[in-house]
């Protein structure tokens, strides 16, 4: 039986593969969820056609499922959800919260890389020009539940940010809050490196009127180079193998107590007993190195 009051997800980009960051970042959110006997849906956020891989959505969703992280309801595809993007830039624009921005990257680059409002009051066309947020009223900060007080860097918070790009594609900071919104997201539990734009995610939500969600950033996993883990830095593929030494990797990354006879258990009771001692209290706040699918999987 589900609590519908608490929905969680989780929302990668079919960039590549699923890695061990990638596996942290899902089954924290799984196990915030499932814990409150909550919703844990998947979305693919699939709107940047230039970075995505052939295949990779549906590898994600593969792993997923062998590492027994299996979500509610149906996959939610952004690729399939321009017209709503559309139709929450044109509320925007028709109420005077957005305007045409034709300003070079270079010239942006020049000032600084903050964005300046050069192009507020120009009254520019739609032809060659993103689409940028009027910021009237900023958020410079808001309360993580695993962190306490985030205090945003006040430029960064008051910039006039993109919500449509220039070349056409729906920016992340907008199709994320639309998709939230709709599929009833409460909290949104996800990697650290994710704290900077949330501030600007939180003034779309006041802006749109909508609740704003409860956050939680989970600590990144760093290779051996003090990098995060992501498949920009050639992250490796999390093993197609026996999935338990890999789970019971990321639980300790986690800060989670273990089942002592884990070796002996199944997938789904290796999640079991993990759901049934959750605590979010005992994950750290700090990133942490982890050497290549560690003790555990030895």
């Known amino acids: 039986m589900t609590d519908s009051h608490y929905i969680g997800r989780f929302a990668p980009s079919p960039s590549g593969a699923l890695h061990f960051g990638s596996l942290i970042a899902a089954l924290g959110s799984y196990l915030q969820a499932r814990a409150q006997n909550g919703i844990w849906r998947v979305r693919i956020e699939d709107i940047d056609p230039p970075r995505e891989v052939p295949g990779a959505a549906d590898t994600i969703l593969r792993q997923l499922e062998h590492y027994g992280l299996h979500w509610d309801g149906e996959i939610l595809w952004q690729s399939r959800r321009h017209e709503a993007y559309r139709e929450a830039l044109a509320w925007l624009r028709d109420h005077g919260l957005s305007y045409y921005c034709t300003c070079p990257r270079a010239r942006i680059q020049r000032i600084g890389g903050i964005y300046d409002g050069h192009c507020r009051d120009k009254h520019n066309g739609p032809d060659q020009a993103a689409v940028r947020i009027r910021q009237r009223h900023p958020v410079t900060r808001f309360h993580d539940r695993l962190r306490g007080d985030i205090q945003a860097d006040e430029r960064l918070a008051q910039e006039d940010f993109i919500i449509h790009r220039r070349d056409g594609l729906f920016a992340y900071n907008l ?124």
């Open 175 to 298: 199709a994320v809050v639309v998709d939230d919104h709709f599929q009833g997201v409460t909290e949104i539990v996800r990697g650290a490196d994710l704290i900077e734009p949330t501030v600007r995610q939180i003034s779309l939500y006041q802006l749109f009127g909508w609740t704003v969600p409860d956050y939680i950033h989970l600590p990144l996993a760093l290779n051996a180079q003090g990098a995060k883990l992501s498949k920009q830095n050639h992250a490796p593929a999390l093993p197609q193998g026996d999935p338990r030494p890999v789970l019971i990797d990321a639980l300790r990354f986690l800060g989670q107590r273990i089942a002592p006879d884990w070796q002996a258990m199944p997938v789904e009771a290796i999640l079991q007993f993990a759901t049934e001692n959750w605590r979010l209290a005992d994950v750290p706040e700090s990133a942490s190195v982890n050497p290549p699918f560690s003790n555990a999987s030895c």
